[in-house]
């Protein structure tokens, strides 16, 4: 199981390298009491806590029981439905907290002015940090033919990561350019809430589009992954030939399990049928470890 142990080892990574990201989080987010920052933070916490239970996930989800003899495959888009819902829940949250802040200082006139000292070098170490292991998570699925949602999940998170450590920085920047006495200066009461929700508003397309990907998955809709099926059909094509354009199949993808269902409409099965799937199966596992191909009459 080749695959399992690339995108195995690159969790364990991953696990490390956010347990440093989280740590620094939480130390930037309680110098400075910034909502962002704890955004931030608790976002590097959840994939800190996430990969433990990802590596559990991707130790087990090939295994077979008589429950499940296809495999614990599910458990995969599974993983990555309900971290895609915590990191929604998470952004939605911090821009309702801070949007309550900025409320207050709008209304009532109450605020403290953001504290921006150790913000800088902090967003630096993890624009890159963050980056480099989104980077990293993406090679590695990349060399098991992308087929692992875990890892697409994980390298998702960290470029999110990445990004809104980035927006910041560049956040803070500007803020050292406004004048507090200046038309601007409301900025420094209540600039957490507009990079909170600058931010969230970029981050969110990403685990939305997981979400639903993975729960297409697990509900056992067909792929919509235009890579896979393009090889498949090619693979078909070569394997019956003219007979292809006869057939209607089906592919079905759950993690990093694939399984094509040949729907014939006569009663065809005849060993030269037979071959070409066991052939169609012997090339597409050289590519994906996990491919199921089967008939249906």
Known sequence: ??????????????????????????????????????LDFFFSLIAFISLIFAIIISNF???????YPDGLFFLEPLYAILKSLLVIVLLVTSVWTTFRSALAYFFDGTGSVMNLGP?????SLMVILC????????????KINRVSVILNAESKSNLIDGVQ?????IAVLILLTIDINGPLGFLHYTGDFFITAILSMLS???PIKILISSFIELSKGTTKDLRIKKMIDQTMKTNFGSFASQLRYEIY?????IRIEIVLTEPLLNQKILAARDKIQEVLTKTYENVTVRFQF
């Open 204 to 206: 969110i397309k990403e």
């Open 253 to 257: 993808k759950t993690g990093t399990s």
């Open 1 to 38: 199981m080749i695959q399992k142990q690339i995108e195995k080892r690159a969790l364990i990574v991953s696990t490390f390298a956010n347990f440093i990201i989280a740590g620094a989080g939480f130390w930037a987010y309680q110098s400075t009491g910034l909502q962002a920052l704890f």
């Open 131 to 142: 980056f480099g292991l989104g980077i990293f998570n993406h090679l590695q699925n990349k």
């Open 119 to 123: 913000i800088l070098p902090y967003t």
């Open 61 to 67: 989800s090939h295994k077979k029981t008589k429950t």
């Open 165 to 169: 450590s980035l927006g910041i920085g």
